[in-house]
């Protein structure tokens, strides 16, 4: 399969722990976005990678999460410090280019208790 | 910044025409979205526009006016399959897709 894959995609964990999910895009993509989805909402941005570089972060990134896609190919997403607001799906996306359409992993579950 | 409002629920018959409404603000624009995302799955890729106008495919069509910054999503010949949220994404001066909160479409026989 060469779509968007995410890990892993579902995470139950408690308050104070951290997390860390992993995004796979599609090998020819060079742009990977994180995204956050709570239920009736639509996906917040958090981050996005050109290539290897972050070169957007949302304000909703707060110092306890932080992003890393070391040499352009898989990217981490780790929160730490788990807060029960951090529950939420978080998505990741790929694209082929600025003005292409992006492509969705099934994104990874979090519940913090 | 960004804005993006669409109504959160709307509700049409088997067979029927739906017409899905996006407003925006934005500084800076580079192109509008629409995604189809069932429950509890990943948003699909629906159309793309960034000249004003009408694009087709197949029984869904979508259309834009930058001067107005609006956009709707024409569902035709609705199926119950088509019962999910639709999602409007505006790429703007970054062009970082910002989503709206999504349509919630429901399809009744």
């Known amino acids: 399969d060469t779509g968007v894959s995410q890990d892993p995609r579902h995470k139950i964990t408690k308050r104070g722990q951290n997390v860390t999910f992993r995004c796979d895009p599609i090998s020819e993509h060079n742009r990977l976005y994180w995204y956050r989805q709570t239920l009736g909402q639509g996906p917040e941005f958090l981050t996005y990678?050109?290539?290897?570089?972050?070169?957007?972060k949302s304000r909703l990134l707060s110092d306890r999460f932080s992003a890393e896609r070391p040499k352009g190919s898989f990217s981490t997403l780790e929160i730490q410090r788990t807060e029960q607001g951090d529950s939420a799906m978080y998505l990741c996306?790929?694209?082929?280019?600025?003005?292409?359409?992006?492509?969705f992993g099934e994104g990874s579950r979090l519940t913090v208790l | 910044g960004q804005n993006i409002d669409q109504p959160t629920e709307m509700t049409a018959t088997e067979g029927a025409i739906v017409q899905i409404n996006c407003t925006y603000q934005?500084?800076?624009?580079?192109?509008l979205f629409w995604y189809q995302q069932h429950a509890g799955e990943a948003p699909t890729f629906l159309s793309y526009?960034?000249?004003?106008g009408l694009e087709e495919k197949g029984r869904f069509s979508s259309f834009l006016s930058r001067s107005k910054g609006y956009s709707y999503l024409l569902l035709k010949e609705l199926q119950m399959k088509d019962s999910a949220s639709y999602l409007c994404?505006?790429?703007?001066?970054?062009?970082?897709?910002?989503f709206g909160r999504g349509t919630s479409l429901i399809v009744h026989p």
């Open positions: 526009n960034v000249l004003d």
């Open positions: 934005t500084s800076g624009f580079n192109g």
């Open positions: 990678f050109q290539n290897e570089a972050q070169l957007e």
């Open positions: 994404a505006v790429s703007g001066g970054s062009y970082i897709p910002t």
């Open positions: 996306a790929s694209s082929f280019s600025q003005t292409g359409e992006l492509f």
